[in-house]
């Protein structure tokens, strides 16, 4: 283990909460966390938010890249330069409190939606998510809600992954992430630097039947191919 400054270890086992604390002391025994040691280990199926969780403590984290067992690149987390440790406790437990008075804000203005997936679910299982990763444009303006967006668990995991994955989470360029996909669905020229665009579609009811019909005739590998075809044949 690294010898770091004697306040800065204070700092970090004065982190009580479950989640920063479970990744400090992985940290501060084996030097590093992964990606996959958060979620095959302590089960976090959002490891960027599990480091989120450490930093908005104050606590400085780098991300780096290594491979795994398979050869794959995935990220890793170590503790940055000790000099950068803030005293932010007071305002996580603020913002914690804007996060809920955001939610509403949120919900009231464009209903319990997934800006993604752009499904209506329950509003408890809604998350409230910075456009523009937290880690590039860094904290934003609290009373422009815009600034947000609501998003399914799932969806959140997918950009989560999807950003971090992206060359800009190094060059960290705002307006990259303005014009992207997972940061403005509903006006974007580009989805993690790919020109594509996307329609997320989503069977509930008695749509289920459609779709089981669609496999049937086609096969999953071949639907969105059909689909596509079917779009093409309808604006001819």
């Known amino acids: 283990m690294k010898n770091f400054p004697k306040k800065f270890i204070e700092k970090l086992n004065s982190v009580t909460n479950k989640r920063p604390a479970t990744v400090i002391q992985h940290i501060l025994k084996h030097g590093h966390i992964t990606t996959e040691e958060l979620e095959n280990i302590y089960g976090y199926k ?19 890249y290594i491979k795994n067992s398979e050869g794959k690149r ?97 060059e960290k360029d705002d307006m990259f992430c303005v014009n992207c996909f997972w940061a403005h669905p509903e006006n974007y020229t580009h989805i993690a630097g790919s020109i594509q665009r996307q329609i997320i579609i989503t069977f509930t009811g008695n749509e289920i039947e459609d779709y089981n019909k669609l496999i049937a005739l086609v096969g999953k590998e071949d639907a969105q191919d059909t689909i596509k075809q079917l779009i093409n044949d309808y604006l001819k």
Not at 95 to 121: H, N, Q, V
Request: hydrophobic letters at 35%.
């Open 74 to 170: 995935m990220a890793a987390y170590r503790f940055g330069n000790p000099d950068e440790t803030e005293n932010k406790l007071s305002k996580v437990a603020g913002r914690t409190i804007l996060s809920k008075a955001l939610k509403r804000a949120l919900i009231d203005k464009y209903g319990a939606r997934c800006f993604i997936y752009w499904e209506t679910m329950d509003e408890e299982l809604l998350q409230v998510d910075h456009r523009i990763p937290y880690e590039i444009g860094g904290e934003q303006k609290t009373d422009n809600i815009d600034c947000y967006m609501l998003l399914s668990p799932s969806a959140n995991r997918a950009k989560s992954w999807t950003c971090e994955h992206c060359a800009n989470w190094k």
């Open 46 to 64: 959002h490891p960027p938010r599990a480091v989120r969780d450490v930093k908005e403590q104050g606590i400085p984290i780098e991300t780096y």
